[in-house]
């Protein structure tokens, strides 16, 4: 699924599956609010790109090749409330220049990293949860800033 432009859209309690690439790619000045939704299966789950700022809330996203959501580009956007799990790079990627505020997820067996956080980023994170198999919680480059709470 590729929500682009200046899309608003809404994308509510569905279920993106399988496929040999991104379940859902937001990019462009993009966004949309991506709620209650399963993206299972696919190397990377969400990708936000190029100015993107989609808001991703009480999701679950598991079992990707690469990243279950990765931030990149210069995009923006926030993490609230979603589960994360089974992913062999990481949890949520975080790069180049990206922004993020990342809050109450729980990110379980992430295999790689919790958190990868490289080139230039900028998160804040706030009561997420790194649990099960995972190599590193956080790993942040030293071009990062990174604010963790509680």
Do not use: M, Y
């Not at 929500?3 to 309690?13: K, R």
């Not at 696919?42 to 100015?51: A, L, Y």
């Not at 505020?101 to 706030?126: M, Q, S, Y």
């Amino acid at each position: 699924v590729v929500v682009e432009g200046d899309s608003n859209a809404s994308i509510q309690n569905c279920q993106i599956k399988g496929g040999g690439g991104v379940g859902l790619f937001v990019w462009g000045e993009a966004s949309p609010s991506v709620t209650a939704c399963k993206v299972i299966d696919c190397v990377c789950g969400i990708v936000v790109r190029n100015e993107a700022a989609p808001s991703i809330s009480k999701c679950i996203v598991h079992t990707c090749r690469d990243a279950c959501v990765k931030f990149a580009g210069n995009s923006h956007g926030t993490l609230d409330g979603n589960l994360l799990h089974d992913s062999f790079e990481a949890g949520i990627v975080a790069c180049g220049k990206s922004q993020a505020v990342i809050t109450n997820n729980v990110l379980r067996d992430t295999k790689g990293c919790g958190f990868l956080l490289i080139e230039d980023t900028c998160v804040t994170c706030t009561r997420n949860e790194v649990e099960g198999n995972h190599v590193n919680g956080v790993q942040a480059g030293e071009d990062s800033n990174a604010t963790f709470q509680e």
